[in-house]
């Protein structure tokens, strides 16, 4: 079983920069993939990055690629999404997930490669 509490969302103008966390618990944190996906108003969930347990892969949706940046630290159990350039069409609840794969060098962009999830922060971009 594993935990994810999801920290720094909140209210930035365009142009400006966030960096959300993602804590996880357990002892096998390195062995799982991790993503971030984001949800906006009337919209579905969709997927923004993902890095390998391994630290070795990352992979971005094309609408963030350039501007986001996904890193985790394994010895701190904690996944990062650094946000700069902000755009008003980034505003959506932001949530991270975990999934265990057989290759630690593995990336998931779909929602059901995921296993566990956050319970999200809210990030809000203003024009």
């Known amino acids: 079983q594993v935990q994810l509490v999801e920290s720094g969302g909140g209210l930035v103008q365009a142009g400006g920069s966030l960096r959300l966390s993602c804590a996880a618990s357990?002892?096998?944190?390195?062995?799982?993939?991790m993503g971030w996906f984001r949800q906006a108003p009337g919209k579905e969930r969709e997927f923004v990055a993902a890095?390998?347990?391994?630290?070795?892969?990352?992979y971005y949706a094309d609408s963030v690629k350039g501007r986001f940046t996904i890193s985790r630290d394994n010895a701190k159990n904690t996944v990062y999404l650094q946000m700069n350039s902000l755009k008003p069409e980034d505003t959506a609840v932001y949530y991270c997930?975990?999934?265990?794969?057989?290759?630690?060098?593995?990336?998931?962009?779909?929602?059901?490669?995921?296993?566990?999830w956050g319970q999200g922060t809210q990030v809000t971009v203003s024009s």
């Open positions: 997930a975990a999934g265990w794969g057989a290759y630690t060098t593995a990336v998931y962009s779909t929602e059901t490669q995921y296993h566990y």
């Open positions: 357990g002892r096998t944190f390195s062995s799982y993939a």
């Open positions: 890095i390998s347990g391994s630290r070795s892969s990352t």
